[in-house]
Antibody, heavy 121, light 107 residues
């Protein structure tokens, strides 16, 4: 079955960096676009970034553009999110999620359980 | 950016009742990319509806989606105890955006 397991979260000071990982299994990772979505404590969902199945196209929310970088290693079935210049408002549970259709960019269907990033001095 | 506005913010209903949730877009969105999600406390979102009206795999038929253009609706025909949760709509309009959510609570 499809499994997505995020890791790499933690407590970090403002201005510092963090790299999140998402290990995928149970499907052909290289055939699906992937999303990162975050949720601040007690708040709603916010889409963060998307990468195409082959890594050639990347899209970002305005709130993270220029600070976050999405990437993937299809040989390792792993999705990444590099978070730089972190701000307190980046504090959230970060989910990775799979696009709902093979190759095409679609809304997410399967989601991981998330990894918590806390930005605080 | 397309803004999705969900209403009502909270819906207080009893099991067995019908729930009607609205998602209104600030500009026309493609039906192909309008989705609905359910989220329970401490859990990841669960895809319910894709393409405005297609149920995702394993979703009971009491859940249905409809609408086009700027107005979309999620209907739960008869609420089961496990349906009390938060519901979000999402669209793809460069960028992807979510509505702020509707909480369906037990009356």
């Amino acid at each position: 079955q499809v499994q997505l397991v995020e890791s790499g979260g933690g407590v970090v000071q403002p201005g510092r960096s963090l790299r999140l990982s998402c290990a995928a299994s149970g499907f052909t990772f290289s055939s699906f676009a992937m999303h990162w979505v975050r949720q601040a404590p007690g708040k709603g969902l916010e889409w963060v970034a998307l990468i195409s199945h082959d890594g050639t196209n990347k899209y970002y929310a305005d709130s993270v553009k220029g600070r976050f970088t999405i990437s993937r290693d299809n040989s390792e079935n792993t999705l990444y999110l590099q978070l730089n210049s972190l701000r307190p408002e980046d504090t959230a549970l970060y989910y990775c999620a799979r696009s709902a259709m093979i190759v095409a960019v679609m809304n997410p269907d399967y989601w991981g359980q998330g990894t918590l990033v806390t930005v605080s001095s | 950016e397309v803004v999705l506005t969900q209403s009502p913010g909270t819906l207080s209903l009893s099991p067995g009742e019908r729930a009607t949730l609205s998602c209104r877009a600030s500009q026309s969105v493609s039906n192909s990319y309008l989705a609905w999600y359910q989220q329970k406390p401490g859990q990841a979102p669960r895809l319910l509806i894709l393409g405005a009206s297609s149920r995702a795999a394993g979703i009971p038929d009491r859940f249905s989606g409809s609408g086009s253009g700027t107005d979309f609706t999620l209907t739960i025909s008869r609420l089961e105890p496990e349906d009390f949760a938060m519901y979000y709509c999402q669209q793809y309009g460069s960028p992807w955006t979510f509505g702020q959510g509707t909480k369906v609570e037990i009356k």
